[in-house]
């Protein structure tokens, strides 16, 4: 006989939770007090719930759960970035990176890079994601489990500030599971949850066009961050095979749409790679590119990957003449702080496997 699959509370908004206490006979206004429970007070367990009744709590019980995940591993970097491992109920492993910027009180905040798969598909040559392959899509559930997992852990060790700032940018593409993440921002952004403001989620593309597309029309004030990573179709099929499938000419026409549709400033990724992408000609293209595009090129010098030695990192120097040479050219362009790079947790670094646990 097949178990019958449990409903996850976790990726319920209140509508689906309406529609449910409905057909447990509840009355309606439990369901303000259940989404309470389980995306404000991020509770973990259903019996938790203490004001919703034994009745109620039994039939909740029967029919629905609340996503596991279960922190296996937790790393720290010499700068303070926190990477966490956590399994997720059917065995995968997923990543997501925290980090607490302190300083002067307006600028404190803990933001969180969480995934949005389990692998990526994507097979970008220079992350470490991309050569594990594609296993799932995560659950709106899941997406929105990493923000609250780690929100009990910053409670365990006594920091008030819960995650404020939310990077859709770790394992997999978010474009090509869309619905869930656009559930899972709802989520984190419903005032009756935990209210993170829209504008304070980035999401990731490596450019699928057709679901960018998708995305500008639900005209959102998150922030976009598109990973060029190559000024040219041959240099960026090279290490991206969307490319192939979405050339630059189409991403770039993707970009446009995007900010025709939400008027936001688009974020482009570059990671630079000493002796590929950072030339003077490569200025000169980028330049061209991103003509009439309101935008800001982070660049990031390339992150040591394994299996992937043939990309080295420019010196200090040679970054900070690029960007020189991309800011004289009009473009907007700054070398992106690096974060938790010797604990793999910086941008292409995060693998999701279990690999020689200490
Ligand atoms: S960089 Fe992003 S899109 Fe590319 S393989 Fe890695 S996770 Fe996937």
Known sequence: MSERVKKDLRSMGIDDMTALLKELGQPAFRAKQLFGWVHEKQVQHIDDMHNLGKGLLAQLNEQCEITAMQLERKQVS???????????????????????????????????????????????????????????????????????????????????????????????????????????????????????????????TCGVVPQMKAFADKKLDMVLA?????????????????????????????????????????????????????????????????????????????????????FSRPDRKQVAAFVKALQNAGLNASVREEKGTDIDGACGQLRGKVTGKQ
């Open 226 to 310: 598109v990973s060029l990573h190559a000024p040219n179709d041959a240099l960026r099929s090279g290490v991206m095979p969307v490319n192939n499938r979405y050339p630059l000419h189409e991403l770039m026409d993707a970009c446009r749409y995007y900010q025709k549709q939400t008027r936001n400033r688009i974020t482009f990724e570059y990671a630079l790679i000493a002796g590929f992408n950072d030339q003077p000609e490569h200025v000169a293209q980028l330049k061209a590119l991103l003509k009439g595009l309101d935008c800001h090129l982070n660049i990031i010098p390339v992150n040591p990957v394994a299996n992937t030695a043939q």
């Open 78 to 204: 010499k700068d303070g970035t926190e990477k966490f491992l956590f399994q997720l109920a059917d065995g995968n492993y997923i990543e997501c990176v925290l980090m607490r910027y302190r300083g002067d009180m307006s600028k404190q905040r803990n933001t969180l890079c969480i995934s949005s798969q389990v692998g990526c598909a994507m097979g970008c040559t220079f992350c470490a994601t991309g050569q594990g392959g594609f296993v799932r899509n995560l659950t709106a559930g899941e997406i929105v489990s990493q923000v609250y997992a780690v929100n009990h852990q910053l409670i365990e060790e006594g920091d008030t500030l819960p995650v404020g700032n939310v990077v859709l940018m770790g394992m997999g593409e978010p474009m090509l599971n869309l619905d869930n993440v656009l559930k899972a921002v709802a989520l984190l952004n419903d005032p009756q949850g935990q209210q993170i403001s829209i504008r304070r989620m980035t999401v990731s």
